[in-house]
């Protein structure tokens, strides 16, 4: 969600032949094989339901702002999926997540993980 001008996880997922569906308020460019949809976030955590976009196994956002935290896993608590997200910089996160280190110092946030899919 929210692909913006960084779709290099949206490309990877796409590489290892991961059905990709990127989302942005704006019109994006996404790489091969990434379906784009232009979406508001916001907007559909409102919405019931929020949209075929969001039926996916995992709803992820990189670099997301704190104003979207809650909207997202909204979204993704909507439509059963689990729900990701990496801050902006020191950020906390908005809503209730549990934090695992990523290679290089970031910080994965899990918000929701109903199959366990992040259970390492």
Request: aromatic letters at 4%.
């Amino acid at each position: 969600m929210g692909v913006g001008r960084r779709p290099e996880v949206a490309a990877a997922l796409a590489a290892a032949s991961c059905a990709v569906v990127a989302t942005d308020v704006v019109a994006r460019e996404t790489p091969d094989g990434v379906r784009f949809v232009r979406d508001d976030v916001v907007a559909a955590a409102d919405r019931d339901p929020p949209g075929e976009q969001y039926r996916v196994d995992c709803v992820y956002a990189l670099n997301c702002p704190p104003e979207l935290h809650r909207p997202l896993a909204r979204v993704a608590g909507r439509t059963g999926a689990a729900c990701a997200f990496t801050t902006l910089g020191g950020d906390p996160p908005g809503v209730d997540a549990t934090p695992l280190a990523l290679p290089g110092g970031e910080t994965l946030y899990v918000a929701r993980d109903p199959d366990g899919a992040f259970d390492g």
